[in-house]
């Protein structure tokens, strides 16, 4: 049986036991249901070679490989990644268009007893979905912006808050980024495509009639956009301003960015172009901080010379009302679960 689907949640609300991406390992990179798992029935070179006889050579003769591939793959899957499964369990199948991969695919794991079924038009139709939530339908969550400085450690206090039951979306977590000049993380970003698969179920999950807490972000993480309706909503949304000295931001900074501190040689790379909005003598100091391994005095540097002067630019064109100020006295465990509490509650009123 083909099974539609007409909204993205309920696509997400089915009940199989689990999903499986017959797609080659290159699309499953690139992009998949959330929680799917790969068991290709074509490799990449195996793809590529039947399309290639496809349009070279004869269409027959490309369904006649494609089958037999098909068919020893999926053989290899049922007799080794699948093998634990006893009769009752429940696959839910897809490829590209819900077509002659994930079709053969299933009709296999039909003939055994499995109850296994297909996604109607495929990974295409997921997509159309995706889209459509996040680009045409209009946002129904009502989010709440934490905004701040550069280091008031506003994603560790969403993971804090996380923990305490509050609602969050955490975008730079889903984008792999911390969302600054020097935010890249191990592991590299997701694809766009993947970035918004993330994104549309983490909203999915949420309850629509309780605000979200979401850190206030520019319309791009990393290389990553945002969708324009939720970029609009987070623009829009009241927001809670934290606020820490700058000392105790220079801290957290040596600490949170460790890594990227260390890497000097990235860190000459990233901060030598901004001469052009910082000036020589500014940047030059930066490196001269840089060989002296003094990650104190370049965090405070940064703060003050680069970072707070592109927040302060960038706050006066926003229109959203800050509903509470919240001050972090300091920003270790300790202050962070205090000022995490005193955000709690006001979200709380709302």
């Known amino acids: 049986m083909v099974l539609k689907f007409d909204s993205l949640p309920d696509l997400y609300a089915h009940e199989f036991d689990t999903v499986i991406d017959v797609r080659s390992p290159a699309e499953f990179g690139e992009d998949h249901l959330p929680g799917a798992i790969s068991l290709p029935v074509l490799d990449n070179e195996e793809r590529a070679r039947v399309g290639t006889i496809y349009v070279q050579e004869s269409p027959f003769l490309a369904r006649k490989l494609g089958a037999a591939l098909v068919f020893r793959n999926a053989a290899n899957h049922i007799e080794n990644s699948l093998s634990h499964h006893e009769g009752g369990w429940r696959p839910l199948v897809y490829c590209w268009r819900g077509g002659q991969r994930s079709g053969s695919f299933t009709w296999m794991l039909q003939q055994i007893g499995w109850r296994a079924e297909v996604v109607e038009g495929g990974y295409r139709t997921y997509r159309r979905l995706v889209n459509r939530y996040l680009y045409d339908d209009p946002l129904s969550h009502r989010l709440v912006a934490l905004d701040g400085y550069t280091g008031t450690a506003k994603t ?3 993971a804090h808050l996380a923990v305490r ?20 993380l191990p592991g590299g970003q997701p694809s766009q495509k993947a970035f918004e698969s993330a994104l549309a179920a983490a909203l999915c999950r949420l309850d629509t009639s309780r605000p979200v807490l979401v850190e206030a972000e520019s319309s791009k993480i990393g290389s990553l956009i945002l969708p324009p309706t939720l970029w609009t909503a987070l623009r829009q949304a009241p927001r809670i301003q934290i606020t820490a000295s700058i000392q105790a931001r220079s801290d957290y900074l040596v600490s949170a960015y460790n890594d990227v501190l260390s890497d000097y040689e990235r860190l000459r790379d990233r901060l030598s172009p901004l001469r052009f909005h910082r000036g020589h003598d500014v940047v030059d100091g930066w490196l001269d901080l840089i060989d002296a391994g003094d990650k104190r005095g370049l965090t405070h540097a940064l703060i003050e010379q680069h970072y707070d002067p592109a927040y302060s630019k960038s706050s006066r064109v926003r229109t959203a009302d800050v509903i509470a100020n919240v001050h972090a006295p300091t920003l270790d465990e300790a202050g962070l679960t205090q000022t995490a509490a005193q955000i ?3 979200v709380g009123q709302l």
């Open 156 to 158: 560790e206090l969403l």
């Open 165 to 184: 039951g509050v609602q969050v979306l955490d975008l730079e977590g889903l984008a792999n980024h911390r969302g600054s000049l020097l935010g890249e």
């Open 344 to 346: 709690e509650a006001i």
